[in-house]
Nanobody, 128 residues
Framework: QVQLVESGGGLVQAGGSLRLSCAASGSTFNRYAMGWFRQAPGKEREFVAAISRSGGSTYYADSVKGRFTISRDNAKNTVYLQTNSLKPEDTAVYYC?????????????????????WGQGTQVTVSS
């Protein structure tokens, strides 16, 4: 079992950047595919980005492609989400998620239901 703790959220002006971190503990980190999801008030949770166990493959929602970058450091048991060119519509609680199941299809990375561990979330607020 793995525990996830997000950090790095905050208030930023439109066009600014934040680097979100998710520290994992309790299990071998490179066993897990990792993802970032977000949920804005009154909206459903949505996929943001994901990364494979080795870090060799990454996946992004169309809405963040070219602005956000996901990465991981397996030696530090941490996954990152670098968010650039932030927009007010990026305002949400951002959640880190982990999955120790085998993903036979890349589509699995995009589905929140395929992740079995979640962090508590970190708030990102982008002002216009």
């Amino acid at each position: 079992q793995v525990q996830l703790v997000e950090s790095g959220g905050g208030l930023v002006q439109a066009g600014g950047s934040l680097r979100l971190s998710c520290a994992a503990s309790g299990s071998t980190f490179n066993r897990y595919a990792m993802g970032w999801f977000r949920q804005a008030p009154g909206k459903e949770r949505e996929f943001v980005a994901a990364i494979s166990r080795s870090g060799g493959s990454t996946y992004y929602a169309d809405s963040v492609k070219g602005r956000f970058t996901i990465s991981r450091d397996n030696a530090k048991n941490t996954v990152y989400l670098q968010t650039n060119s932030l927009k007010p519509e990026d305002t949400a609680v951002y959640y880190c998620a982990a999955s120790d199941t085998v993903f036979y299809s890349s589509s699995s990375y995009y589905s929140g239901g395929r992740y079995n561990y979640w962090g508590q979330g970190t708030q990102v607020t982008v002002s216009s």
